[in-house]
Every structure is written in C-alpha cells, then in structure tokens.
C-alpha cells in the first residue's frame, strides 16, 4: 500500500522521468551552514615533534578546477599542461610552528596562489621540500626551518606524472629530482593522428582473474602519449638550485636512497605495455646507482604481469617488495613466492625473504619463509625485525620475532586480523642513525601502541615487549569515557612523555603532550569546531542483534532538544552503511565505534540532515558473514535485509522514529547494497545509492571481497546484481554517480544502465551525474547540488504524508 500511495503522489506531484536542464543549487540553510565551512588545516611533524608544520587546503575544487583537460592513462589521470596528477588535492597555505615559537609563522617568500603538494623532510629535518604547480609546470621548492625562508631550487620544470618526483640525499644538501626532458615532444590527439592499423590483444591461453580497471591503454595513440608524459630525465639539484644530470631519460616510477647515502635504487618501466592492467603492472627494471651515478647491478627484472592466478592471497612470480633495509647500511630485501604465486598450489611454505647486501657481488641470503603470504617487515636492529604474513581465505595474521642475523624466530601473535578486540597494536618506531624509521629498543624491550577495542569501549594503550620472552606488559592505559583520546606517539618513554589527540562530540581534534606518570597535558594545537550548529545533537553507540544472533552497532543521532523521555514525536530515521565481509560471527559483531568521538558532517553521511529534524543511524554494522566452508556472499540478500531489519527495530524500539518512514543510502558498494535492500525488502521509504556498480557480470573476475568469478558461479554474480532485478524494485531512490569515475568496477556506465532499466520497468527512480566528478566527489559545487538533490528527495519521501502508510 505504501509504494503504491507513494507511486500515485509522484504522478500527482509532476514527478518527471525525463531529463531536468536545471542549474545547479544550493542545499536549505541548516545543511548550507554545515556544508559551507573553513577546513581547518592538517598537521605533520618532525621525528621529535618539536616543529609542527600546518598545511591548508581549501574545503572543496571548484568546477573550474575539475574542468581542466587531462588524459587518462595505463590507470594515471594526468595534467598534459602542468605534468602532475589531476586527482591531486593542492595546499594552498603553509604555516610552521617550531619548539621556540608562540604562535605558528607563515614562511617568507612563498609563491603567490600556491599549489603545493609533495612534502618531504630533509633527513636531518633542517629543511621542508615540496612543489608548487603554477600554470605551466611544477617548481621544487624549498623552507630552511630555522630561518623561515622559503625559495625555489628547481631551474626546469619537474615531471610528477608518476607521483612523488624528488627524493633528498642523505647529506640534506641535495635531491634528486625528475624533471621534463628537453626534447620532450607534444603529444597527440586523435583527429591529427590517423591509425596506420587496428588495434589487436591476444591470449596466450594462460588463466589468469584481473579485476575490471579503468583508464587503461586503449591503442597505440595512448602507448605513444603514456610514453611522452612518463618520460623525465633525473638530475641532481643543491639547496643554491645548482643542478646536474644524474640519468638519462627513461620512465622512472620509484627512486629510493640506501640509508648510508651511497646507493640509489630506481625502477623504471619498459615496453611491451598492456591495455588489461595498469603501469605498476607493466615490465620492470630495477637499478641501483652509486650516488655519483655509477651503474652498480640490476637487481630485479620484472616481466609483462597480466597473468595473475585466482585469489586474494595470489601474487605474481619473481622477486617483490624490493626495497632498503631500514636497520643496515645499504641492504636490499625482498620476497620470493615458493608457490609460483599460485594460492591454490599446497606447500609448507609460501614466501621466502632475502636479504642482498651492497655491492651485491655475492648471492642473495635467505632469512625466513612464511607460512602464510608475507606482509611485511618492521626493523629494529642487527638482531630484531618484525615480519608479517596473511592468509585472506581465513582472516589470519602472524606476526614473528625474528634475529636476521641469526635466522631465529618466534612466533608473538596468531590471530583473525578482523578481531580488533585482540589487535596487539603497532610497534613504536624513531629515527636512527640512518634517519629511518625503527622499532624503539631500549635493552631488550620494545613498546606497542594500540587502539584498545574492547566490548566495553575504546581504550587505547601502551604495552612493554620483553623481546626475550615476546611477552607484554601494560604501561598506559587511556581512562576517559567522556571523550576519545589515541595514543599517536611515544616521545619518551621513560620521562612518561606521550603524544594524544583528543577530541569530543563538540571538540575538534587537537594534539596534546601527555606525561603518563603526572597526567598533565600541554596542547601543541587549538583548533576550534566548525560544525557548532549541531553540538548539541545527542550521539550514542547502540548495540543490538541481528536475528540470527550476530552482534550489532551503529552511531545514533538525534536532534537537539529533542525530548527522548517524552518521545511524543516520532522522526524519520536515515540509515547510512557500508557492508563488510566476516568469516565468522564473533569478529563480525565487534565494534570500531566511539560515541566520543568528534561529530564530522561531510557528504559522504547523512549526518547533517540531524540539523533538520532526522534521526539518523550513522555507520551501521552490515557484517555478511559466511563460517567454514561457505563464502559470506552465499547469503548476501538474506544477510542485508536482516541487518536492515535489525538496524529499524533497534531504534523503533526505543520509541524514536517511525518506522514507515525509513530511508537508507550509501557509496561505492553501500550504493548497492542500497539497491538490493530496495530490491528485496519492503523496509524502506526510500533510498540514495551513489557510485555503485549494479551490474556483477560487468565485474566478472570478482568485487569487493568476492574472489570467485562469474563463471564459478554465475547464479551468484546474477542473484546479487540488482540490475538483474531491476523489475522487482518499487521504492523511491536516487541515483547518483561521478560523470567520471576512476574507481575498478564503479564506472559511470553502471548507473547509467541501471536506470535505463529502472525508468523502462517503471521504476519511481530520479538520476544524477555530477559533472567531472570521480569516484569521490570533490567540486563545491557538485557537492552543495548533491545535498540539495538528497535534501529534496527526503523532504519528498519521508518528511510529511508522502512517507506514511495509509
């Protein structure tokens, strides 16, 4: 009865299934307050947190800025007039605050109209590196930090095509910087350029499961122009801007130093090119340089990889992950796949590390073979490291002690990587003498930094690892319960002197120096809440369960002075979630969520319409969980629908809402679960599905967690695709999607397609693409027209008689 009252009110109000030329708008005052703010500036600091540098970056792109040209390549989006990512968020303001400082100074002789982007710290962290992007290229620019004095070093214009184009030398007085060749030629465009022939791939007839990628190669024309914009030549620049040539030129997609300074290790990527997969796929060599530019050894040759087996635990054959050795002077290590990276091959061992000392004149040396897949490697010193491996089909993660000198290993922690509860945290790494981040080892003990969930909050911590018997001791624990306070950073240990950010509902998040044996705190930041129109909405966690007993949460949100003993109003309540894959029940019902932390409305939530007289369920838990031998989207429909269920009985039973008047949203795979939800249960009002993909027959080689393809199960891939059930679905819903998004699999042509079909089923279904915008929204004025389109669509449909049932 209710769609139907709804279906007769949108033929009564007008409600086109055409196309709208309408201009773009603006959202009511109480969201247009919220929306319409100052981001206050992000904060980075140096290794002893003495100086804080605070970079500014305006809320929103403009249009304007969205609108300029750019080519999309080998999975890069690309400026051709200025050579850097067009994706790219510029800071458009730069202040320092150093140990000696009252206040934070802005430094002298900064360009005007900045855009910069790249920071870096010197390694003895006496000077702040970073680019500028002006109208026709990208400057290397320096700031002494004692002086304060800022200017540019680079003569030439940089190549940041390929993403950070600088690195600094080890004597702080030197970088290496890619910069554009200087015979670069032009590029070329389609109506100038006629093919001399089609365009052809082929199968070698090897199996292989790709996900769907976007902005690939797509002809000749694209290799030729991917060629022109990769290219750099690398050179070496001083502080005074003096600068020579390094190499020659090439495409150049990573260049690190070893921590002793005499090394340089570069990769660069080769033909043959591939229009399946993007660059970081595609041959490539990896070099390592004497710093005075001496050819010392190719270390690693890495094939075409389009072939890649089944699975989220399979990697390509050869050596990876190659990089320095934090702890050693010039050191490369890497990994080795035991099982042809085939995660489906049965051996004792998966990986195997090496380590292959400088000049590499001898073999490299074995030091570990994982179990699992390896992760990763955090170093400490000649006779401690940390090594990490996985395993996705079941969760598990093991992290080991191991002597690299000695070979010797222990086994610390073995758990399921999604039990938060169980996390031991995060090693507490400094700088050493290499200027490298390590693990902090004082005698034989070693300090961990965790989050502290716990099924009675968030408590975070420090505990003390004996690195002889790899048991911990706790030293500090975090007490509050009226605000959210994380442990970032350990600045001494043994004077109890620790780095917080703490923050509140209505409190911003600042950082403070906490001595952990008198509890004082002094504030390194003050930075005030731009969102006081809704400081004073209620917030709590809620838990509930699911039917099938599977422990739920979500953030509640409910109006100022709204009256909840009372409860004589009942509001409409806006669900926004995100599904999540679980192996079992007990991970799936823990909960990340803190009612003290800060209230931070932005359009990917519906937490603003709170300021209009909504309750809102923000962040609700949408486990699908699949135990043993079955795969958690084996019961996907049946497993949304009842956390959506779960989710309105929960708030109907405390007396706030009405529960006929529900809406549900969410992004990327929220957007459709959204649709499914619509599709298959008549819970909701409405709904706003944005950047999704309805369609999993257009990803057939997997999404999201799913590592099955089409053709292992096409009922699969067909049952939860909502465009496969277009003709079931009835409900009210927005649809809204960026006109180009970037994102694997969410491609614009989705929603197109499923509202053509929608529309042509007589679905009650309105459409909205936000011009030059990816997967993200980023444009000021998409993103105010987008909160006027959802404003609308929920006055429509769940405010007022259009929401309830007869």
Known sequence: MRNLLILLSMVIAGYSYGQENITFQKPSEEILKLADFQRPPSVFMDSKKETLIFVYRATYKTLEELNQEDLKLAGLRIDPKTNISSTISFVNGLKVKRKSDKVEQTPK?????????????????????????????????????TSLNAKKISTNFLNANMGNPYVWLKDSKTLVAQVLPKDKGGLKNKKEDLPSGPTISVSTGEVSQNRTYQDMLKNLLDEENFVTLGTSELVKIDLNGNQSLFAEKAIYSEISVSPNGEYILISTIHKPFSYMVPYYRFPMKEVVYSVEGELIKEVNDVPLNEILPKGFSSVRK??????????????????????????????????????????????????FKTVNRYSGITWGNEENAFVTEFWYDTRNIKQHWLNPKTGESKLFSDRNYQDIYSNPGSF?????????????????????????????????????????????????????????????????????????????????????????????STALTNFENPFKGIKDVHKE????????????????????????????????????AYPTEYKDK?????????????????????????????????????????????????????QLVANGKAAIDAVDSLGFIDRSRVGVGGHSYGAFMTANLLSHSDLFACGIARSGAYNRTLTPFGFQSEQRNYWDNPDLYNTMSPFMNADKMKTPMLLVHGEEDNN????????????????????????????????GYVARENILHLLWEQDVFLEKYLKGEKGKED
């Open 109 to 145: 002789g900064l360009p005007e109209n900045l855009k910069l982007a790249h920071f870096g710290l010197s390694p003895n962290e006496k000077y702040l590196s970073f680019t500028n992007t002006v109208a026709n290229g990208v400057e290397l620019w320096i700031v002494d930090l």
């Open 318 to 367: 050869g050596k990876r992950n190659m990089t320095w050795r934090a702890d050693a002077p010039a050191t490369l290590y890497y990994v080795e796949a035991l099982d042809e990276g085939d995660q489906s091959v049965e051996v004792a061992h998966r990986d195997e590390v090496f380590l292959w000392e400088a000049p590499f004149a001898t073999s490299p040396k074995s030091i």
């Open 428 to 520: 507490h790494t400094v700088k050493n003498e290499y200027a490298r981040n390590v693990v902090e080892i004082i005698g034989n003990k070693a300090h961990l930094i965790g989050e502290g969930y716990t099924k009675e909050g968030q408590f975070p911590f420090i505990d003390e690892l004996d690195l002889k018997t790899l048991k911990s001791k706790r030293l500090y624990t975090v007490k509050t319960t009226t605000k959210k306070e994380d442990v970032i950073d350990i600045l001494d240990i043994k004077k109890g002197n620790i780095l917080v950010m703490v923050q509140s509902p209505s409190e911003y998040p600042n950082y403070f120096v906490r001595n952990i044996k008198s509890n004082k």
């Open 541 to 576: 966690v809620i838990q509930y369960k699911r039917e099938d007993g599977v422990q739920l949460s979500g953030t509640l949100y409910l109006p100022a002075g709204y009256d909840r003993k009372a409860k004589t109003e009942k509001l409409p309540l806006l669900i926004w």
């Open 586 to 638: 007990a991970t799936a019902g823990m909960s990340k969520q803190n009612p003290n932390s800060f209230t931070y409305p932005y359009y990917g939530s519906f937490v603003y319409w709170v300021a209009k007289g909504y309750a809102v369920l923000d962040d609700a838990s949408f486990p699908i969980v699949g135990e043993g031998d079955n795969e958690p989207n084996d019961n996907f429909i049946e």
């Open 744 to 775: 694997s699999g969410t491609y614009t042509e989705q929603t197109k397609r499923y509202f053509d079909a929608l529309k042509n089923l007589g679905a009650p279904v309105r459409m909205v693409l936000l011009p030059k915008e990816s997967h």
